[in-house]
Each structure stands twice: as C-alpha cells, then as structure tokens.
C-alpha cells in the first residue's frame, strides 16, 4: 500500500497550489480519502475529506471557501485546490485512506512573501 503525495512548494500569501495524491496497492475507488495537515511545532489537523464516490465533501472551518478536495477514481487521485493561501496554512500537508493506516508521506507548503 503506498500513498503518495505531490505538489506543495512555497508560494506567495494569496496564490493558489493544486496537491495530488495517488494511491496504490489497495482498492482506492472503495475507500473515503482525506487531507490533513501539520504546522510547523503543532499538531497534525484534518483539512478536508471525500466520500469515496466523491459525492460529498467535508472541510474545516478554517479552510471552507478557500480549499477544494476533489478525486478521480479512474486515476486512483485525490486532489486538493489550494486558492487563497495565508501565511497559516504553511504545514506538511498528508493524504489518508479512512479508516485504515494508509497515509502519505506528505508535501511541503510553505507560504510567505
């Protein structure tokens, strides 16, 4: 079972960043996936979630309106929109599989002028 994450970097307060994460090794299309993120010195949080059919999406409070979860079955990807950044959301940014182990071995966002 691997997950692995892509797509961070450091961007500019206000820009926008698209994270992917492609599974393998189990069935991905059958499982709820989610994003989670770690701050640097904090611990790690939920960010954002999606049924395994993609037919409903979930996301902290602290992301809504900004971050967008999304998937494609067909690819076994789950990916997340990153639009409006902050300073905030600096943190290693992790995939996992719900319900089970599986988790990523995350993605560097760093956002700062």
């Known amino acids: 079972v691997q997950l692995v994450e892509s797509g961070g970097g450091l961007v500019q307060p206000g820009g926008s960043l698209r994270l992917s994460c492609v599974g393998s090794g189990f069935t991905f299309g059958s499982l709820a996936m989610s994003w989670y993120r770690q701050p640097p010195g904090k611990e790690r949080e939920y960010v954002a979630g999606i049924t395994n059919e993609g037919g409903r999406t979930f996301y902290s409070d602290s992301v809504k309106g900004r971050f967008a979860i999304s998937r494609d079955n067909a690819k076994d990807t789950v990916y997340l929109q990153m639009n409006s950044l902050k300073p905030e959301d600096t943190a290693v940014y992790y995939c996992?599989?719900?319900?089970?182990?599986?988790w990523g071995q995350g993605t560097q966002v760093t956002v700062s002028s």
């Open positions: 996992h599989a719900a319900a089970t182990s599986f």
